[in-house]
């Protein structure tokens, strides 16, 4: 194998760890797309890299994934190697002659740079260069607790990234630094819209924790609950490290699940929000319900647009669709109620995705 699967499966809060040494079941049924077939509907077809950072300042590892248009397919198919149903991409493919819109994808709270490889997929058929990163300390197979409430350190990833990117011997000049979208899902979400100016009030935020719906959020498997470490020195910190997390870089902000919706009270905690802001909830959300997450954000920020996904789809929705066997090891995750095709539901929010980026990231295209 080109890459190993340690790392590549993910979730949001309640994500089960699985080591899987083989990707193919031998009752999955589920047959790996082509290149070619593809390349009939997109634009492209999709290189992959993986990157290696290292932010001396805060200590911390960032490590990106990065998608990007490619013509070159020789590197294989590397998608059959992973648990999900995914287009087909290749390794350190050959980029297209080209500068294209930079788009930086958040994961959720215990995922990890892979959680929504299904959109980044689609995003870089279509012409953009998508990169993702791990959030230290709050991915699934790297749990500590403080960094699941040190919620500003998820920005400071993104706007690290934007540092360093284009400076990449190898991609950066792919890269349209004009033209730079966040896309975020569940805390990711929030995240996405902590770049775009949004001032979430950490008090408001303790007080959050200690409701009904504050402890599902703030209870994580592996460390329970974490509510307690939201005290006096915690909300001393954010206050010092917390705030003015807007990058000025980014044009346009695409928001799917975002959670954190009761950290804010206030219209004028959403002031410095003024780029373009799409916010799609599920009516059915579990983990953050839109009436106090998705519809709330989209009520406090003037101007947004805001789009549901039917009952009964859930919170997950938003994650990869896994193949037959994973569905059956982490069904909380990856399993759907009956009636909801998550494929369907993809390609629908990556076409919203889609025509939400090509309206204020102008593509630069092929030289």
């Not at 993986?50 to 590197?75: C, H, M, N, V």
């Not at 299904?118 to 953009?128: C, D, S």
């Not at 990449?168 to 033209?179: M, P, W």
Request: net charge neutral; proline share 5%.
């Amino acid at each position: 194998m080109k890459k190993s699967l340690d790392g590549i499966i993910t979730g949001s809060v309640f994500v089960i760890f699985l080591l899987l040494l083989n990707a193919c079941a031998p009752d999955d049924e589920y047959r790996q797309q082509s290149h070619r077939d593809f390349l009939k509907e997109h634009r492209f077809n999709i290189g992959q890299q993986t990157l290696l950072f290292r932010d001396t300042l805060r200590q911390r590892p960032l490590k990106t994934e990065i998608w990007y248009p490619a013509r070159d397919t020789s590197g294989g198919n590397a998608s059959a190697e992973y648990p999900f149903k995914l287009p087909p991409v290749s390794f350190n493919a050959r980029p297209v002659e080209g500068r294209f819109p930079l788009i930086i994808l958040s994961h959720g709270t215990g995922g990890n740079r892979f959680s929504q490889m299904w959109l980044a997929a689609e995003l870089a058929g279509e012409g953009f260069v998508v990169a993702t990163v791990d959030h230290w300390g709050n991915t699934h197979d790297n749990k500590i607790p403080e960094s699941f409430i040190k919620i500003w350190e998820r920005p400071a990833d993104v706007s690290y990234l934007l540092n360093r990117l284009p400076g990449e011997s190898l991609l950066g000049r792919y890269i349209d630094t004009s033209a730079i979208g966040v896309a975020g899902f569940s805390l990711g979400g929030y995240t996405a819209l902590a770049l775009a100016g949004a001032e979430i009030d950490y008090g408001q935020l303790r007080l959050f924790s200690k409701t009904d719906e504050g402890q599902i959020e703030f209870n994580v498997p592996e460390l329970g609950d974490i509510s307690s470490l939201l005290n006096e020195d915690f909300i001393r910190k954010a206050g010092r490290e917390g705030l003015h997390l807007k990058d000025n870089r980014i044009k346009a902000f695409f928001v799917m699940a975002p959670a954190l919706g009761q950290g804010f009270t206030e219209m004028r905690q959403m002031a410095a929000v003024d780029r373009p802001v799409f916010i799609i909830g599920a009516v059915a959300d579990e983990r953050t319900p839109v009436q106090t997450n998705a519809y709330y954000y989209h009520q406090l920020i003037t101007g947004s647009r805001y789009a549901e996904i039917d009952a009964p789809a859930g919170h997950y929705v938003f994650m990869n669709e896994a193949r037959a066997f994973l569905k059956r090891q982490a069904p909380r995750v990856f399993k759907d109620a009956p009636g909801v095709n998550r494929m369907e539901i993809h390609k629908k929010v990556a076409r919203q995705a889609l025509g939400f980026f090509n309206k204020y990231l102008k593509q630069v295209g092929e030289r």
